[in-house]
């Protein structure tokens, strides 16, 4: 049940513009598009495996969240209006956090993608030239039959393992805000952040896929750190609001 309704759709917009903040990263949807050039997969098998790597990311992060709010709830039981006050105080905490990477220039880490080279579209997509290279190998003795599928499935493994081990950490403070909303405030934002995290990385890499290369994110990514900085400051200060 919902302790605090007024919170709810704060909390849950809060939600949206960090997921698909984190997911316009590109780390989370160039890779599926260097791997689909260089394996010669169509969109659909694209963005099949786009969905199963977020829903994976989505589910490691759930399970962080479901923990953080376990804890939350227990601890809401014990403190009483306390609670709010501390919850209020972690977010504005972590917004601070969040605001001063971003004064260091750290707006995002996840800057890196394969073989640590980065992707600049202002310098012939770097990126998107490797994945040339790759079409090309595959049109001169690209491997057939089972060897082909056992490369599929190494790169698919691969993807997977990008994703399904690095947990959306925007998004846990999300989750600490959400326990003034109860275990049916987990299971909204599980649901918002599944959804807006594979809406924003299937997008991203269709876009991509069908020739929107100039369709870049870069210079918000650089901001990442800055808007979750304002974002969890304000809710933070909302939180400690309605428990004045």
Not at 110 to 131: I, M, N, R
Not at 164 to 181: D, K, R, T
Not at 193 to 216: I, K, N, Q, R, Y
């Amino acid at each position: 049940m919902v302790s605090q309704p007024e919170l709810l759709t704060p909390i849950v917009a809060t939600g949206v513009v960090v997921a698909f903040l984190h997911a316009a990263i590109p780390t989370h949807w160039l890779p599926f598009v260097l791997a689909a050039r260089g394996q010669g997969w169509g969109r659909t098998r694209t963005l099949g495996v786009v969905a199963l790597a977020g829903m994976g990311h989505v589910l490691l992060t759930a399970l962080l969240g479901a923990l953080l709010v376990f804890v939350g709830v227990e601890a809401d039981g014990t403190l009483g209006r306390t609670f709010g006050w501390l919850a209020g105080g972690v977010l504005i905490a972590v917004g601070a956090y969040y605001l001063w990477r971003q004064a260091r220039g750290a707006g995002h880490r996840h800057v890196h993608l394969l073989g640590g080279h980065d992707h600049d579209p202002q310098h012939g997509h770097g990126g998107h030239a490797h994945a040339g290279s790759h079409q090309h190998d595959q049109h001169h003795g690209a491997p057939r039959g089972a060897a082909r599928r056992r490369s599929d499935l190494a790169v698919i493994a691969g993807l997977l393992a990008l994703l399904v081990f690095s947990p959306c950490e925007g998004f846990l403070p999300v989750y600490g805000a959400g326990v003034v909303l109860g275990w049916m405030g987990f299971i909204l934002l599980s649901g918002v952040l599944a959804v807006a995290t594979v809406a924003a990385m299937s997008l991203l890499t269709w876009l991509t896929l069908t020739g929107l290369e100039g369709f870049d994110l870069s210079r918000v990514a650089r901001w990442e750190a800055g808007v979750y900085g304002v974002l969890f400051v304000s809710l933070g200060l909302l939180v400690l609001a309605t428990e004045g």
